[in-house]
RNA sequence: AGGGGCAUGAUGUAAUGGUAACAUAGCGGUCUCCAAAACCGUUCUUCUGGGUUCGAGUCCUAGUGCCCCUG
């Protein structure tokens, strides 16, 4: 019974989600100062070595000694990254925060990642490059055949998504042609087909702000970023001449300026262009997070001023959330 | 100052005198292995005044603003 109690406790974690540029980093930060943790990083691109600038990697200054987890631990051309490696990866590195009796601090603005770490999402069919291929050819032939099939093998995926939704359709048609199941068989974020609990119970903090500001501070960041060498950064990454369907070569700052470098725009269009794909996907951030009633939300509009209150209310809630736990 | 041209949403454009349209931005949403990805939905428009006409973004007229040419 102990044993068990002790096993739950275990698996608490804190993290803090929001859109970029809203003062995740020097939060938790701070916090983590407070409440002796360490970070474990839930950002798709921090993952990346040589992705420093253009992902806002915190340096070892603003660190201030405060070990950072899963960034930097990907190489660039390293295909078979996903979803389900994080998650191993962040497992092991929470394991080890706790393993020294500190507390993990989860921090990022990729929602699915958070979402790997919360729920019991099953991903039990890991993807398939031959099957996919064949299914994009089929799908790209006769899109309306590809739907109508998934109609047929799994009406239920097939209602919830639009026929557009090529890379969706697909998954779901490569997941019963791998298993001969559908994909709906596989549970949602609440359940999983194993029965498998959540891996971890978080204390969710969500930071947001006023929307006018916070594209305010995207626009002063990516120009920052290009005083900071952005551009050199991914003209490194562009000369490694890296094959052009990696997923991380898609990331914002980067392959705006790959567009760039291939004479498509001018550096200044480029520019624009970070800027306003930045502020489109902080828009998303938020779409994804707003309807996580889990989180228990901060206005950051004025960080500056409200530090002290977020950090010590913040703290107040992790004590509750933490009572009780083993030393 | 004279001559010419233009004026349509936040922006760029379309519309034989006959239901004002498209793209982009903006806003909202979806999300179970590429997620900083991919996909879906949606608000807003004829410069001002007069006139012709059954009917004007369109034609006439005055004004206002912008652009080009000449001086």
Redesign the pocket.
Known sequence: METEEQATKQKRIVCIAGP?ACHKTECAIELAKRIGGEIVSA????VYFG?DI????PSLEERQGIPHHLIDCVPIDS????????RELAKEAIAGICSRGNVPIVV??????L??LT?????????NDEV?ARL?AAYDEHPQAAFQRLLDVDPE?AK?????????VL??LE?YDCSGKP?SS???????EAGEQAPFEPLLFGLNMD??IL?ERINLRVDRMMQQGLLEEARRIYDAKFAS????L????Y?QLFSYFDGECSLEQAVEQIK??????A??????F??DLRIRWFDATEFGQCKEHILREMETLFLEFWKGTNE
């Not at 253009?54 to 990697?57: T, V």
């Not at 990022?108 to 990642?113: A, I, N, V």
């Not at 369907?245 to 991380?248: F, M, N, S, V, Y």
């Open positions: 970029t950002d798709s691109v921090q992705m253009g992902s806002a990697k295909p078979e990254f996903s979803v389900s490696q994080y990022g603005g990729s929602g699915l990642y979402n790997a729920y019991p999402l099953g991903f039990a069919i890991p993807r996919r994009s995926t919830r998504l639009h026929p557009n939704d090529k890379k969706r998954r779901a997941v994909l596989f549970g949602d974020d609440f359940q999983n929307r006018a594209y369907d990696l997923p991380a898609r990331s914002i700052g392959q306003q794909d930045t502020r489109r996907f828009k998303r951030q938020l779409t994804w707003r309807r």
